[in-house]
C-alpha cells in the first residue's frame, strides 16, 4: 500500500483518485469543492484539509487540474507545495497544460532532486471512471517505471511519448484531431438529418465505414443515438466544450511556437469559441453540433 496525495477531484480526477482507493493504496485527497471531497471519500479515499496536508509523507502526489495557471500555482506558488514534498517522492500531473508549464515544474521539481512526469489522459470520464484511461507520458523512463503501478490502477494504456513536456504535446495533438473530428461528425449527421436520414442508422453505417470514429462510436453529437452519450443527457456529464476550447488554445499556441501550419485546428477552435459564446461553454463539446443544428 502507497501513501498517494490527490489533488483536484472534478469529473476526471474524481474517479481516478477512487479507482487508486479500490487498488488499496493510502490515497488523501484534497480540492477546493468540499462535495468532491466528501465523493472520493465515499470511495475509500481520506480527506486533508488543505493540499499542504494531503502532500505531507506522501510517496506519490497525483495532480488533475484545470489549467497551467493552477499547475504552476499550485506547484511553484507563493504558498506552493513542492517545498513541502518528502524527499524521494514520484510527482505526477495528469492535467492538460501547455507543454512549457509542465517543463517549467519538471524542472523546478529536479533541482530538488524530485522525479516528475507529465502524464495527461485520453479516455473521457467513462474512461476514467472505469478505469480504462489511455495515459501519455513525458518525463524520464526510470520515473515512468515507478509510476506504472499506480498508473494501470487507473488505465488501460500508458505510453511514453518523450521527455518531460511531450506528454503534453501528445495530448494536444490527440484533443486537436478530436476536436475537429467532432465537429465535422456533427455536420455530416445534421445535413443526413436535415435531408430525411435516420441520425441512429446513419450514425450506424458511418461507425463501420470510412466515416467511423470515437464521434460515431462513443460520443456521438445527436441525441438519443446512443444511450450512454453525453448528447442523450442534453450533452451534460462530459468533457466540457470550454475545455476542448483551451485545449485547441494549447495546440494553436504550440503550433505557432514550432511553425506549423494547423489550419483545421485553428477552423475548430473558432468553432469552439462561437460554441461557447452561444452559451454551450459548460457543456459537453459534443454540443459543438448546434452551431449547425440548433435544436440538436
Not at 33 to 59: F, L, M, N, P, Y
Not at 113 to 131: C, F, H, K, N, R
Request: aromatic share 4%; glycine share 14%; proline share 4%.
Amino acid at each position: 500500500m502507497t501513501r498517494i496525495a490527490f489533488i483536484g477531484l472534478g469529473n476526471m480526477g474524481g474517479p481516478m483518485a477512487a479507482n487508486l482507493a479500490r487498488a488499496g493504496h493510502d490515497v488523501h485527497v484534497f480540492d477546493l469543492v468540499q462535495a468532491a471531497i466528501d465523493a472520493a471519500v465515499a470511495a475509500g479515499a481520506t480527506a486533508a484539509g488543505s493540499a499542504h496536508e494531503a502532500v505531507a509523507d506522501a510517496e506519490v502526489v497525483i495532480s488533475m487540474l484545470p489549467a497551467s495557471r493552477h499547475v504552476e500555482g499550485l506547484y511553484l506558488g507563493d504558498d506552493g507545495i513542492l517545498p513541502r514534498i518528502a524527499e524521494g517522492a514520484l510527482l505526477i500531473d495528469s492535467s492538460t497544460i501547455a507543454p512549457a508549464s509542465a517543463r517549467k515544474v519538471a524542472e523546478a521539481a529536479a533541482a530538488r532532486g524530485l522525479a516528475m512526469l507529465d502524464a495527461p489522459v485520453s479516455g473521457g470520464v467513462a474512461g476514467a471512471t472505469a478505469g480504462t484511461l489511455t495515459f501519455i507520458v513525458g518525463g524520464d523512463a526510470a520515473a515512468l517505471e515507478r509510476a506504472r503501478p499506480y498508473l494501470q490502477a487507473m488505465g488501460r494504456n500508458v505510453f511514453h511519448v518523450g521527455g518531460n513536456g511531450a506528454g503534453q504535446v501528445a495530448k494536444l495533438c490527440n484533443n486537436m484531431a478530436l476536436g475537429v473530428i467532432m465537429a465535422v461528425t456533427g455536420e455530416a449527421i445534421a445535413l443526413g438529418v436535415a435531408n430525411g436520414l435516420d441520425p441512429k442508422v446513419l450514425s450506424d453505417m458511418m461507425a463501420v465505414s470510412t466515416g467511423r470514429s470515437w464521434a460515431t462510436e462513443v460520443c456521438n453529437p445527436w441525441p438519443g443515438v446512443i444511450e450512454t452519450a453525453p448528447a442523450t443527457r442534453g450533452y451534460t456529464g462530459g468533457f466540457g466544450n470550454d475545455l476542448m476550447l483551451k485545449d485547441l488554445g494549447l495546440a494553436v499556441e504550440a503550433a505557432m511556437q514550432s511553425g506549423t501550419p494547423v489550419p483545421l485546428g485553428e477552423l475548430a477552435r473558432n468553432l469552439y469559441a462561437m460554441n461557447s459564446k452561444a452559451g454551450n461553454g459548460g457543456l459537453d463539446f459534443s454540443s459543438v453540433v448546434r452551431l449547425v443544428a440548433p435544436k440538436a
